[in-house]
């Protein structure tokens, strides 16, 4: 499979989304304004977003739906005649290449076929970032694929929601992304300033952190915290307006015992974080949901498994105690096996 051109100065021209929910669509969005983006799809969804294609802020999201096999159709409305009948896009051939850049944004129980739709669309010089949640999926992807330059990335300060395949969204929030070693090869240091580059051109705010496993870790902690919460009270980001209510009182308890097991692995996770938390749920809409309470109200499954279910291990590997994470995480459970045969599937966030 010989590799695209489409970076031959360096600049990043192509890019593709798995995983088109609220997060990959929000971002396909932006990156539109700078790429051709293509939805990586299997064929089930592919005539899926054919018949009713994805908006955004209420507009078309100005995307090509594409799939492994090589078949691809326009992500624009359908159209329709003078009578009114409609017509959808036709969906047409075209040869799976490496593309400038990859995006992962998929449920965490959805990696493992997200990283055999994404395969031919990885060359040597693509650039891998992940977008999910949980602190993994980036060491998966690179042992999976196992070449392609892959980043450490996060997500954070994002309120997009989707409805059926409408999104909106307020803020793009920002991304932070750095190397998978302290030591970064020529390649990686180029794909730094490539991705630096591409996300600004795009206006999308993004960070360096120096220790980007550490930025990761807070991240879990903020999701350990706001997510569960708000799943188990299906309740917006409005919920933990009052620093000192119950429910920001419980986020933080959660935070902590985060904030524990981290240190007992030798990263160090400031107490402090939990206070930078509160401050940036606080520039989000009150209004908007988490991305697991939005799943807890679709009966859609969550991804409580990468949050409680992960601290409640690890702090039992560590002798850390973790009742606040391991009560939550039981409750998102039992109530997601109250759905059984009444859910939903979605490979989105």
Same mark, same amino acid.
């Given at each position: 499979?010989?590799?695209?051109?489409?970076?031959? *100065?360096?600049?990043?021209?192509?890019?593709?989304?798995?995983?088109? $929910?609220?997060?990959?669509?929000?971002?396909?969005?932006?990156?539109? +304004?700078?790429?051709?983006?293509?939805?990586?799809?299997? !064929?089930? #969804?592919?005539?899926?977003?054919?018949?009713?294609?994805?908006?955004? @802020?209420?507009?078309?999201?100005?995307?090509?739906?594409?799939?492994?096999?090589?078949?691809?159709?326009? !992500?624009?409305?359908?159209?329709?005649?003078?009578?009114?009948?409609?017509?959808?896009?036709?969906?047409?051939?075209?040869?799976?290449?490496? &593309?400038?850049?990859?995006?992962?944004?998929?449920?965490?129980?959805?990696? *493992?076929?997200?990283?055999?739709?994404?395969?031919?669309?990885?060359?040597?010089?693509?650039?891998?970032?992940?977008?999910?949640? !949980?602190?993994?999926?980036?060491?998966?992807?690179?042992?999976?694929?196992?070449?392609? /330059?892959?980043?450490?990335?996060?997500?954070?300060?994002?309120?997009?929601?989707?409805?059926? #395949?409408?999104?909106?969204?307020?803020?793009?929030?920002?991304?932070?992304?750095?190397?998978?070693? %302290?030591?970064?090869?020529?390649?990686?240091?180029?794909?730094?300033?490539?991705?630096?580059?591409? &996300?600004?051109?795009?206006?999308?705010?993004?960070?360096?952190?120096?220790?980007?496993? +550490?930025?990761?870790?807070?991240?879990?902690?903020? @999701?350990?915290?706001?997510?569960?919460?708000?799943?188990?009270?299906?309740?917006?980001?409005?919920?933990?307006?009052?620093?000192?209510?119950?429910?920001?009182? &419980?986020?933080?308890?959660?935070? /902590?015992?985060?904030?524990?097991?981290?240190?007992?692995?030798?990263?160090?996770?400031?107490?402090?974080?939990?206070?930078?938390?509160? #401050?940036?749920?606080?520039?989000?809409?009150?209004?908007?949901?988490?991305?697991?309470?939005?799943?807890? &109200?679709?009966?859609?499954?969550?991804?409580?498994?990468?949050? $409680? $279910?992960?601290?409640?291990?690890?702090? #039992?590997?560590?002798?850390?105690?973790?009742?606040?994470?391991?009560?939550?995480?039981?409750?998102?459970?039992? /109530?997601?096996?109250?759905? %059984? !045969?009444?859910?939903?599937? *979605?490979?989105?966030?």
């Amino acid at each position: 499979m010989a590799e695209t051109e489409e970076r031959d *100065d360096g600049m990043i021209r192509t890019v593709g989304i798995v995983g088109f $929910g609220a997060i990959g669509a929000a971002f396909a969005s932006r990156f539109s +304004r700078r790429a051709r983006v293509s939805v990586i799809v299997d !064929g089930d #969804r592919l005539d899926r977003y054919r018949r009713e294609p994805t908006t955004v @802020n209420g507009g078309p999201c100005d995307v090509t739906y594409v799939s492994p096999t090589g078949i691809s159709t326009t !992500g624009v409305p359908e159209t329709h005649d003078d009578a009114g009948t409609s017509t959808p896009h036709q969906a047409v051939p075209r040869a799976a290449a490496p &593309l400038g850049l990859v995006l992962f944004s998929v449920k965490a129980a959805q990696l *493992d076929q997200a990283i055999e739709l994404a395969r031919p669309f990885i060359g040597q010089h693509t650039i891998v970032i992940s977008l999910m949640n !949980g602190i993994h999926s980036e060491q998966r992807i690179r042992d999976s694929i196992g070449h392609g /330059r892959v980043l450490l990335s996060t997500s954070m300060a994002i309120d997009a929601t989707r409805d059926g #395949r409408h999104v909106t969204f307020s803020t793009i929030g920002y991304v932070s992304y750095g190397t998978m070693t %302290d030591d970064p090869s020529p390649e990686e240091s180029d794909a730094m300033t490539e991705l630096s580059t591409f &996300l600004a051109s795009c206006g999308i705010p993004h960070r360096t952190p120096p220790d980007m496993r +550490r930025a990761m870790w807070w991240k879990f902690m903020v @999701n350990c915290g706001a997510n569960q919460v708000s799943a188990v009270l299906g309740a917006p980001y409005g919920v933990f307006a009052d620093p000192k209510g119950p429910a920001a009182t &419980l986020m933080a308890d959660a935070q /902590r015992e985060v904030i524990a097991v981290a240190a007992s692995l030798g990263i160090e996770l400031p107490e402090d974080g939990i206070a930078q938390c509160q #401050r940036d749920i606080a520039t989000l809409d009150p209004t908007k949901y988490t991305s697991m309470a939005q799943d807890m &109200l679709h009966h859609r499954p969550t991804e409580a498994d990468i949050f $409680g $279910g992960e601290i409640t291990e690890l702090g #039992r590997e560590r002798h850390v105690p973790t009742p606040v994470n391991t009560t939550l995480w039981r409750i998102i459970k039992a /109530r997601e096996g109250m759905w %059984d !045969g009444n859910r939903k599937d *979605d490979n989105g966030k």
